[in-house]
């Protein structure tokens, strides 16, 4: 896509926001005005409108002609009367063997594209559209002359017009997706979770500007962005800037296509950053969100983002009064350390027996941190990453815990809080690191101070040559959460969902260490539900159980 400066034009799904795209470079601000000086059109395209005017086009307008090769697209903007509909056509010698045309409003949006594999593209855009449209040819094969024309049409003839020239309406042609839904479906296989599909886009990318998506993020929400790429382009970068505009990560060169996952404690509005090293073309975008949490989901890298980090004082209190409607009690302050980048902080305190819910809060300037708990015996119980603020759940016998904390990108203060989990689980004190990994997902779901009365875990050894099963009952007319975590000893819980009595399965996850799965009984029917469960590799004990959730959730 060389000397098309486009560069924000965004194909939207329905109810997505759109992308402002730059006006194109100096390229005049024609009209349909007759009068308007303009280049001689090539015989192939008098050809097309006048069959065009024969089915009942009006007047001929040839916005451009110009020399491209593949990859080069010839652009020009077009006024356009709201109550009439617009013929846009592009044609190009024997010399170009794949000639593609698009049209896109002021704001980004795609009116319409024809991606055929001829050299013979056109579109017909009806009421309702903006009244300025940006048309563009791109060479997908060959080199040579280009020419761009349109004509106003009435929508009564628009019909017969497009018949004539067997043009389609300006939809988006579906198969532009096709690599992307086969991407998706592979890239979403392994990561746990279950994503809902948000929206996807197309954009235009070029080397010399970066093109930005807006993307929101409810609290407690993950979301995953797949950028899948044109071959035209060379070595995409993909960056998440969070709304103060500091880089919260960076998606990791892997084959041509791109991802990167952002989580947040609280409701942000974080923006993409895509720009090729080298050349210029499109890129399709899909993006879906998860209430799973990060231990949920199987990523090489996820990133958190939350707000910018505040004064130390400022942010522990913010985080008392947040944390105060949770119902555990007064917070005891465990510890007051600094956090610094490369190196780890060790520090040791009495837990009483129990689970724990402990807040790692971040002062400014410090971002990105890491923090390992471990029990008297130097077993791992809890591990949290995070920006500035980070809660994990801790499950000791009683005795010493110590906290390794480390600054993974600015050095600066941290205040480690401790509240008490009343009527913890026994099952919890024998498996911490499992146990914590299931009070996470708990308190993702905002049940975390009543977890005995929401959930009566059991225990199951779960190996990778056998397979261990559970079985939940949900009673007609209502809904189950079940959740799973892994002990230490194992990597990655697979978990296949069955209906007891059909032997059908319902759903099946590969997951890090903790899998979560909703169901629902219709009202006239009881639901049997069986979970068979195995690892990866190794055997660890996994605790489970379900809770009711609300129908409407």
């Excluded at 720009?275 to 969100?289: D, V």
Aim: charged share 20%.
């Amino acid at each position: 896509m060389t000397r098309w400066t486009l560069t924000a034009a965004v194909l939207l799904a329905t109810g997505c926001t759109s992308v402002a795209a730059p006006k194109p470079r100096s390229t005049p601000n024609r009209s349909l005005d007759p009068s308007v000086p303009r280049p001689p059109p090539s015989t192939e395209l008098t050809q097309a409108i006048s069959s065009g005017q024969r089915a009942g086009a009006g007047q001929q307008l040839v916005l451009k002609v110009d020399s491209a090769a593949t990859g080069d697209h010839v652009s020009a903007p077009i006024g356009v009367p709201k109550d009439r509909c617009v013929l846009i056509l592009a044609r190009a010698g024997a010399s170009v063997s794949d000639l593609d045309l698009y049209a896109y409003a002021e704001d980004g949006a795609v009116l319409g594209s024809d991606e055929q594999p001829d050299n013979r593209p056109g579109l017909m855009i009806c009421p309702p559209h903006p009244g300025r449209v940006f048309a563009a040819a791109r060479v997908a094969g060959g080199f040579g002359l280009v020419s761009l024309g349109a004509v106003l049409v009435s929508p009564t003839a628009s019909s017969d017009v497009s018949k004539a020239l067997d043009l389609k309406r300006g939809a988006p042609r579906v198969n532009a997706w096709a690599e992307l839904n086969d991407a998706l479906a592979a890239h979403q296989a392994p990561l746990g979770g279950d994503w809902k599909e948000q929206r996807r886009i197309k954009v235009a990318l070029t080397d010399r500007v970066p093109t930005l998506v807006p993307v929101s993020i409810d609290s407690g929400e993950c979301a995953d962005i797949l950028v899948v790429p044109e071959r035209t382009l060379t070595q995409l970068d993909v960056v998440a800037i969070s709304k103060d505009g500091v880089q919260i990560g960076r998606a990791q060169p892997a084959g041509r296509n791109r991802a990167i996952i952002v989580c947040s404690q609280q409701r942000v509005d974080v923006t993409i950053e895509l720009r090729p090293h080298a050349g210029r073309g499109s890129a399709a975008l899909a993006i879906a969100t998860t209430r799973a949490t990060p231990a949920e989901i199987d990523a090489p890298a996820v990133l958190f983002t939350t707000y910018a980090a505040a004064p130390l004082k400022d942010a522990v209190s913010k985080r008392i009064t947040a944390t105060a409607e949770l119902g555990l009690g007064r917070p005891v302050r465990v510890a007051a350390l600094s956090a610094r980048f490369g190196r780890r902080t060790s520090h040791t305190s009495k837990f009483p027996v129990g689970c724990h819910h402990v807040e790692i809060v971040g002062g400014k300037p410090v971002r990105g941190l890491t923090a390992w708990f471990y029990d008297t015996s130097r077993r791992l119980v809890a591990h949290q990453l995070g920006v500035h603020n980070m809660t994990a759940f801790v499950c000791t016998p009683g005795g010493d815990v110590r906290v390794d904390l480390e600054a993974l990108q600015r050095t600066g203060p941290v205040q480690i809080l401790r509240r008490s989990i009343p009527q913890s689980h026994p099952l919890f004190v024998a498996h911490p690191l499992a146990a914590g990994r299931l009070l996470g997902a708990l308190y993702a779901r905002g049940t975390v101070a009543t977890v005995a009365r929401a959930m009566k875990p059991s225990a199951a050894v779960v190996r990778h040559d056998s397979l261990a099963t559970a079985r939940y009952t949900v009673a007609a007319g209502r809904c189950v959460e079940w959740i799973a975590a892994l002990d230490r000893g194992a990597d990655s819980l697979e978990v296949r969902s069955m209906d007891d009595e059909t032997d059908r399965e319902l759903a099946r996850v590969l997951v890090p260490a903790v899998a979560a799965q909703r169901f629902c009984a219709d009202a006239g029917r009881t639901v049997k539900l069986r979970f068979e469960m195995r690892t990866l590799g190794g055997s660890a004990t996994a605790l489970h159980g379900g809770r009711l959730v609300p129908i409407a959730r």
